[in-house]
């Protein structure tokens, strides 16, 4: 089974040092940070070869981004991993 990861507020915080030990533990030595519109970090690093991460925009505090979310996330799923959240 494919392991997946979803970790909001990777770019400072708790979700950072999630994210820099779930890199760490499988296998990825970077992350890919991704602030919103509003500014940050914005950078872009790649993970180990084998390995595949990906950044999608999300604004916690715009519930009404979430479908758009889940769509982008459901897209990611079936062109980065292969398959559906069901079958991945």
């Known amino acids: 089974m494919t392991k997946i990861a979803l970790i909001t ?3 400072r915080g708790l979700g950072r040092q999630t994210a820099l030990d779930i890199a ?3 296998g990825c030595h ?5 602030q919103s519109r ?3 970090s914005g950078g872009r690093r790649h993970p180990r070869p084998g390995r595949k991460a ?4 999300l604004d ?3 519930t009404a981004s979430f479908p758009a979310f889940a ?5 990611a799923l079936a062109s ?3 398959g559906p959240l069901s079958t991945t």
């Open 9 to 11: 507020g990777a770019n």
């Open 24 to 26: 760490r533990r499988w």
């Open 30 to 34: 970077r992350h890919l940070p991704r």
């Open 38 to 40: 509003t500014g940050g």
């Open 54 to 57: 990906i950044a999608l925009p």
């Open 60 to 62: 916690m505090a715009q």
């Open 71 to 75: 769509d982008s996330l459901g897209s």
């Open 80 to 82: 980065v991993w292969g």
